[in-house]
Each structure stands twice: as structure tokens, then as C-alpha cells.
């Protein structure tokens, strides 16, 4: 089945530790995106990348950091330079230059202690 | 710059009755747009899409409408049902900057 996974679906960090919340996907898609959601929010655009070891800044890139080493992948790093890490993240993908639906995973919920 | 908007946070219907969504774009250069709805803890889904060379899509009980000249689309659910009780964002890509960019979202709330 192709789809699109994010892990984990929960996580704890401490304050002042980076994490890298990955995210996978096997429907042969150029495009991936992160994005954040909190309470009462839309979703905020992080990173986004249309191909491979190419990537650009969303509207709030400041405290996180990505990587598109191959076309299934495209892991998010939260930085402890992140003033606010506390929320829901959501991957997604879609092929590039196309107009369908993106896909999405399930999210992961980032939690600092 | 919030180039697409739901200015309309929450919606209460009372089941079997039409639930409306609107939803208001700036970018006139949008020619795709998609309507996904997203329960707590979970990815959003793919619910229905519309282009720009259409005025109406409809599937099932679900219909979007576009009306280009206002650039403001509509999501109408009829009837509306207590599992439709979710979050609602509409979407669209942005072919010259290839982002795709959401509303803040509608929550729906449907009640017996």
C-alpha cells in the first residue's frame, strides 16, 4: 500500500535537545512539506522540498531544520533554538507541478518537558 | 500575508441541515483549489477538489463552489451527519512559489 508515514506518533523532549521527527513516503512524490498545527490554528508551512537536496523556508523555518537526502524522505529537526516547540506536525507530499490532493501522514505530537 | 482565509472559526448545524464553509483567497493566480477535513490527532484527508475552469463539483454530499470573480469557494454538506463533526481547511497550490498553502480552518460541529 502507498502511503505516507510519520514517527513516532508521540514524542517527549527535554528542553535544549534537538529531535528529528521523520517522516517517509513510497508514492514516488517530488514534494514534501512540514507543516505545524496548534490549538486553534491553521496549518503553518515549516520547509518544503520539490526534489532531491533541494529545499526552501516556509513561513516559520526559524528553530528547525530539514534534510532531502533521497525522494522518500524528508526528516524534520527540531532545534533547541525553537522558542516554542510544543505542538502537532504533519508531512505531507504530493507530485510536483500537479494539481491533486496532497497526502498526508498521521501526524506526531511533539512535546518538550 | 494570508492569501487564503476562513474568517469563520467555528459552525454549529443541527443534524440533516446544510452545513456551509466559505472560504476567501487573494492570489487570483490560484487555479486549484481542495477542501480537507482533519479530526484531532490526525493527518488531514482529502475530501473534494475543485478547478478553476469549474464553477461546481459535487460528490456525494459534499459540493464545492467557486465564484472567481469574488475569489471565495464554498464547501456545502447536505445533510449534515454527527460524523462530519471536524475541522475544515481549504487549500490551494501555488504554482509560482510551489507551496501549498491552507486556511486556519473551520471547526464543524454537527448535533443531534
Known amino acids: 500500500d502507498g502511503g505516507i508515514t510519520q514517527s513516532p506518533k508521540y514524542l517527549f523532549r527535554k528542553e535544549g535537545q534537538n529531535v528529528t521527527l521523520s517522516c517517509e513516503q513510497n508514492?514516488?512524490?517530488?514534494?514534501m512539506y512540514w507543516y505545524r498545527q496548534d490549538p486553534g490554528q491553521g496549518l503553518r508551512l515549516i520547509y518544503y522540498?520539490?526534489?532531491?537536496?533541494?529545499?526552501q523556508k516556509g513561513d516559520i523555518a526559524e528553530g528547525y531544520s530539514v534534510s532531502r537526502e533521497k525522494k522518500e524522505s524528508f526528516p524534520l529537526t527540531v532545534t533547541s533554538a525553537q522558542k516554542n516547540p510544543t505542538a502537532f506536525y504533519l508531512c505531507?507530499?504530493?507530485?510536483?507541478?500537479?494539481?491533486?490532493?496532497?497526502?498526508f501522514g498521521q501526524g506526531t505530537r511533539l512535546t518538550v518537558v | 500575508d494570508q492569501q487564503v482565509k476562513q474568517n469563520s472559526p467555528s459552525l454549529s448545524v443541527q443534524e440533516g441541515r446544510i452545513s456551509i464553509l466559505n472560504c476567501d483567497y487573494t492570489n487570483s493566480m490560484f487555479d486549484y483549489f481542495l477542501w480537507y477535513k482533519k479530526y484531532p490527532a490526525e493527518g488531514p484527508t482529502f475530501l473534494i477538489s475543485i478547478s478553476s475552469i469549474k464553477d461546481k463539483n459535487e460528490d456525494g454530499r459534499f459540493t464545492v463552489f467557486l465564484n472567481k470573480s469574488a475569489k471565495h469557494l464554498s464547501l456545502h454538506i447536505v445533510p449534515s451527519q454527527p460524523g462530519d463533526s471536524a475541522v475544515y481547511f481549504c487549500?490551494?497550490?501555488?504554482?509560482?512559489?510551489?507551496?501549498?498553502?491552507f486556511g486556519t480552518g473551520t471547526r464543524l460541529q454537527v448535533f443531534p
Open positions: 487549500a490551494a497550490p501555488s504554482h509560482n512559489t510551489d507551496k501549498l498553502i
Open positions: 522540498s520539490q526534489i532531491v537536496n533541494d529545499f
Open positions: 505531507a507530499s504530493l507530485p510536483r507541478g500537479m494539481n491533486t490532493e496532497a497526502f
Open positions: 508514492l514516488n512524490h517530488d514534494a
